[in-house]
């Protein structure tokens, strides 16, 4: 009898690891709640999900994508109510960054504030030390991007970010096709920077 006890436990701690890691990043693909939690092979993944389904709700998006249900929502006591938006494929890429390196910190939606200026960083984390500021780049205009840039380039060049945390961070840009990386690689020119594509990250 304690060992389906035990079982069972086990079955609900993992629900509810599996529904926090959904609360915390939105929308998680089939193969990135695979990796986050363990789970083996696709085939298990795929039973443990079809389990959980009166607590999420799925579509597809290459591959099914999952977020809280009002009842998953109840279960874990999370007030976010997230929808499938046109959003979805940048935070599956952010979430994948984080899965690739795991870091000790990670903020979301960092907003960076000096003079007049602002920059909202679709992510600030740290590894080992070092900070990375994360931006995901799918549709979004160069034009815009090149904005960005320049703001990252006024920051570092004020120095209130060294004073205040030591060497200006990495800026990471992942991206979605080898077009955009070389344009991205151009305008980051003369930046501590990395661009990258979705892939690389796999």
Not at 34 to 62: A, I, K, P, Y
Not at 102 to 120: A, F, G, M, S
Not at 148 to 172: M, S
């Amino acid at each position: 009898m304690s060992l389906t006890i035990n079982r069972t436990q086990a079955k609900l701690t993992r629900w509810t690891e599996i529904l926090s890691s959904c609360d915390r990043f939105g929308y998680l693909t089939t193969s990135q709640i695979q990796r986050l939690h363990n789970l083996g092979g696709r085939r298990n993944t795929t039973r443990v999900l079809n389990d959980m389904s009166e607590f999420l709700t799925s579509f597809r998006e290459g591959e099914t994508v999952y977020y809280l249900n009002a009842r998953g929502r109840k279960e874990i006591g999370s007030q976010t109510q997230r929808r499938r938006t046109l959003h979805v494929q940048h935070a599956l890429i952010r979430n994948e960054v984080y899965i690739a390196y795991r870091p000790d910190q990670w903020n979301e939606e960092k907003t960076l504030k000096w003079d007049d200026r602002i920059i909202i960083a679709d992510a600030l984390y740290r590894s080992n030390g070092e900070y990375t500021l994360l931006e995901i780049d799918v549709t979004q205009p160069m034009a815009i991007n090149e904005k960005k840039i320049g703001l990252y380039r006024e920051l570092r060049d004020t120095g209130r970010w060294q004073a205040k945390n030591g060497p200006f961070p990495e800026v990471l840009y992942v991206t979605v096709s080898e077009y955009r990386q070389k344009r991205l690689a151009t305008l980051l020119d003369g930046m501590n920077a990395r661009v990258i594509t979705v892939g690389d990250l796999r």
